[in-house]
């Protein structure tokens, strides 16, 4: 629970600092990533034994995005961002391959890469605020 409020405070915060000094590639990515984490909660079985499918479609949109975003960006907290996606990602294609993770494992790893995507964005938004005051 502890975690989640966690995790709730740093979305809420970073996309926040995102609408409110951020340009339109931090505001769309603040709504995708807020979109993403409603539907995440919504699709999650809370069971983690073999993959959690309605999870990888949503984390599998959301990195297209974020290659799209860091291959057309003029900044680089997009490739950050889209580089921990990918890891993020490929959590749920190891769990494809290999049917025995330890199920606490899997939901650990999946959650924990959400963390840099939003440092990523949240940094990346203060310094272009940043560069922009100047």
């Not at 073999?50 to 999870?55: A, Q, V």
């Not at 949109?61 to 974020?66: G, I, K, S, V």
């Not at 290999?98 to 199920?103: A, L, Q, R, V, Y």
Request: aromatic content about 16%; charged content about 10%.
């Amino acid at each position: 629970m502890l975690l989640k409020l966690l995790f709730m405070t740093m979305l809420l915060g970073t996309c926040g600092i995102a609408f409110w000094k951020g340009r339109n590639s931090e505001k769309w990515t603040a709504v995708l990533l807020l979109s993403a984490a409603v539907a995440s909660w919504v699709f999650e079985t809370r069971h983690f034994y073999g993959t959690e499918t309605g999870i990888l479609i949503i984390d599998l949109m959301l990195l297209a995005y974020l290659l799209v975003l860091a291959l057309q960006s003029d900044r680089f907290w997009p490739l950050w961002a889209a580089a921990f996606q990918v890891v993020g990602t490929s959590i749920h294609l190891a769990s494809i391959v290999d049917s025995t993770i330890w199920p606490a494992a899997y939901a650990t790893a999946q959650v924990f890469w959400a963390y840099p995507v939003l440092l990523a964005l949240g940094v990346g938004t203060w310094l272009e605020a940043r560069y922009r005051a100047w």
